[in-house]
């Protein structure tokens, strides 16, 4: 016989525990759809602000283009393809295009009047930045330097390549060797972009093209895709750096990299110690390096008694001028 309370106790074991079980459940799932209700709604939410706050827009395409005065063919849909290319690589690189920017701004005062003594066009400023960023840059084929010259080529044209002294580094010099060679190309092809473009394959690359496809304009030409890309970057980098808010990059003076004071001293004897040498100057061997890359070591036997000119910073010249203001 079962008692009241053994009654109760089986009703609550097998009915009421299972009920209870069953509306948890029930209740848990509830709460969790109404969570995702929300969480969802809220995702939603952000990728329509993400989506109307950020946008890639395809490029305005200048329907005249020159480069060192010579027309470019932009009514050639390859040609104006190709452009499109290059512009939308250095527009969307911002990173790399800004540096672009900026370092222009100290080295290009010191390339225009250059090429300009030269009677090189103005527009070869951008094959510089094109070919190293304006830094001391060495390829993987061991071109160095500013204006990426191979050992070969830079003994070729007047600088000093050895285990001490590597103009290659130094900027005027290479600037003087770079004018050299395309002052002899343009001779050779009377056309500026062709010497640009065999500054970039050699003018042995070049001559053989031009015999294999019977075609001396560079627009015309199939070659090597290095080759190919390589005036149209130049004018890329060009056609930002003239306008850069119109491609995005708003740039401020003070953002600008500034030219550096510098004074020189003669040097014809043997120099043991650059670290020492600089401290005689109220500097140190880090700013010596950065004003003299063509330094390659601390020290300079100098066998040959040749007199090199040893650029060390002016009195605050490491100083930014918005310090002092």
Request: proline share 4%; aromatic share 16%; with cysteine.
């Amino acid at each position: 016989m079962f008692t009241n309370n053994k009654i109760k106790s089986f009703l609550i074991s097998y009915i009421w525990r299972p009920v209870s079980l069953l509306s948890f459940i029930i209740i848990m799932g509830a709460v969790i759809q109404l969570f995702s209700f929300f969480r969802t709604e809220t995702v939603h939410s952000n990728i329509d602000g993400f989506e109307k706050n950020y946008a890639i827009y395809a490029l305005e395409i200048p329907e005249k283009l020159e480069f060192a005065g010579e027309p470019v063919p932009m009514e050639n849909f390859d040609v104006w393809e190709s452009f499109d290319r290059e512009i939308l690589v250095n527009t969307y690189w911002q990173s790399q295009t800004l540096l672009f920017i900026k370092r222009a701004s100290r080295y290009f005062p010191v390339i225009e009047p250059i090429l300009e003594e030269y009677k090189i066009p103005d527009d070869f400023k951008y094959l510089a930045l094109a070919e190293s960023g304006m830094t001391n840059a060495i390829s993987p084929a061991g071109a160095v330097g500013y204006w990426q010259f191979l050992r070969g080529t830079a003994r070729d044209y007047g600088l000093e390549v050895n285990q001490e002294v590597d103009e290659r580094y130094h900027l005027e010099k290479s600037t003087v060797a770079a004018c050299r060679f395309l002052i002899e190309s343009y001779t050779n092809y009377e056309s500026w972009t062709m010497a640009a473009a065999s500054y970039n394959a050699g003018r042995r690359g070049m001559d053989n093209q031009i015999s294999i496809q019977k075609e001396n304009n560079y627009y015309d030409l199939l070659l090597n895709e290095e080759t190919q890309r390589y005036i149209f970057r130049i004018l890329a980098i060009k056609t930002i750096l003239e306008n850069p808010a119109a491609y995005g990059f708003h740039v401020r003076e003070k953002d600008m990299y500034p030219t550096i004071e510098w004074f020189e001293v003669p040097v014809d004897s043997t120099v043991n110690d650059f670290a020492g040498f600089a401290k005689e100057f109220n500097t140190n061997y880090k700013m010596l390096k950065y004003l003299n890359p063509w330094l390659r070591r601390p020290y300079l036997a100098n066998q040959r008694g040749n007199t090199y000119y040893i650029r060390l910073p002016a009195e605050n010249a490491r100083i930014r001028s918005e310090y002092f203001e």
